[in-house]
């Protein structure tokens, strides 16, 4: 079965710097990666995805991801972060064949300091 | 329309009541899903509709009882439920359960309080 690692409980970034949030996955196969941000008592919105092609995918609100098969790696990353990112970040997998759902890493809440 | 709306936004309820949380979708997806969603953790997901039949259910207590009365809708039937059922309820919808075609589109969730 496939699982999701999100090394970082929390993340504490001052504005305008730059963002990493990490993502590993383990999977046999090439995965369908997800990025979905969760603001609090909100619902979950998909920042991007990664189904196959260029390894660097861009999103929404200035995100970008980077799929590193070596690493099975699938880290966001934003170069410069506002006070509004401040939420919780969820990297998800799912399968590329068959029926599948989503798999959850437990997520990443990012802080945004002034 | 590319929304997941869902109903009520806030629901209070004691153990002995019934209530229902619903959820709807107008894009066409064949596959829909409830989780549930305690305080820092990611969603759990709870039970999954792929063409209106249901799919997956993951081991949930009976006292929830799914309900996808057409391609839309799906219902999530409450009843003398625990505090510890208290959490926020997710609804998504994806265009199918196959691979390729499960990225999830969420709803902004039903808050739960059991008292």
């Known amino acids: 079965a496939q699982s999701v690692t999100q090394p970082d409980i929390h993340i504490t970034v001052s504005e305008g710097a730059s963002l990493e949030l990490r993502c590993n996955y383990s999977y046999g196969a090439t995965p369908y990666l997800f990025w979905y941000v969760q603001s609090p008592g909100q619902g979950l919105q998909l920042l991007l995805k990664?189904?196959?092609?260029?390894?660097l995918v861009q999103g929404i609100k200035g995100f970008e991801a980077e799929f590193k098969r070596s690493q099975s790696s699938f880290n966001l990353r934003k170069p410069s972060v506002h006070w509004s990112d401040a939420a919780e970040y969820f990297c998800?997998?799912?399968?590329?064949?068959?029926?599948?759902?989503?798999?959850f890493g437990k997520g990443t809440m990012l802080l945004v300091s002034p | 329309d590319t929304e997941v709306t869902q109903t009520p936004k806030h629901l209070v309820m004691g153990m002995t009541n019934k209530k229902s949380l619903k959820c709807e979708q107008h894009m066409g997806h064949r596959a829909m899903y409830w989780y549930k969603q305690k305080a820092k953790k990611p969603p759990e997901l709870m039970f999954v509709y792929s063409y209106e039949k249901l799919s997956i259910n993951e081991s949930v207590p009976s006292r929830f009882s799914p309900e996808c009365p057409n391609s839309s809708l799906l219902n999530l039937h409450l009843h003398a439920l625990q505090p510890e059922d208290s959490a926020l309820y997710l609804c998504?919808?994806?265009?199918?359960?196959?691979?390729?075609?499960?990225?999830?589109?969420f709803g902004p969730g039903t808050r739960l309080t059991v008292l």
């Open positions: 998504a919808s994806s265009p199918s359960l196959a691979g390729g075609y499960n990225e999830q589109f």
């Open positions: 998800a997998v799912g399968l590329n064949s068959g029926y599948s759902t989503l798999t």
């Open positions: 990664y189904f196959s092609g260029d390894t």
